[in-house]
């Protein structure tokens, strides 16, 4: 296909903030995990489809196959929709213990 691009598993994205590899971003509706360090507005390789292990809310206990949401503000997952961002879905299920921040999700890369 002469207008054939690139696969799109993976874009480079100005950082909209400060991230560290392994970090979600969110640039306008496209969400994903950063590759590399990057500081503000600088460019970082971004992962949209695979599964990752992220930040998300503490207290709450997700379900395996729960849908995700990217909270731009924390700059952490949860399954809570009110101003957040659809990134993906559950994988694993995770207690709501005030330690359990972290949650596997498989990225959806829908926009």
Not at 32 to 42: R, V, Y
Not at 80 to 103: F, M, Q, W, Y
Request: negative net charge; aromatic residues 8%.
């Amino acid at each position: 296909m002469k207008n054939y691009v690139q696969p799109g598993n993976n874009l480079t994205l100005t950082a909209p903030y400060a991230v560290a590899s392994g970090d979600g971003l969110l640039v306008g509706s496209i969400f994903g995990i950063a590759a590399g360090d990057a500081a503000i507005a600088e460019p970082v390789e971004t992962a949209l489809v695979g599964v990752f292990d992220i930040t998300k809310v503490g207290s709450q206990a997700w379900t395996v196959g729960a849908k995700v949401y990217w909270d731009d503000t924390n700059k952490r997952c949860t399954t809570v929709a009110t101003d957040n961002t659809l990134v993906g879905a559950a994988v694993e299920a995770v207690a709501s213990g005030a330690g359990d921040t972290i949650g596997r999700v498989r990225l959806n890369a829908t926009f």
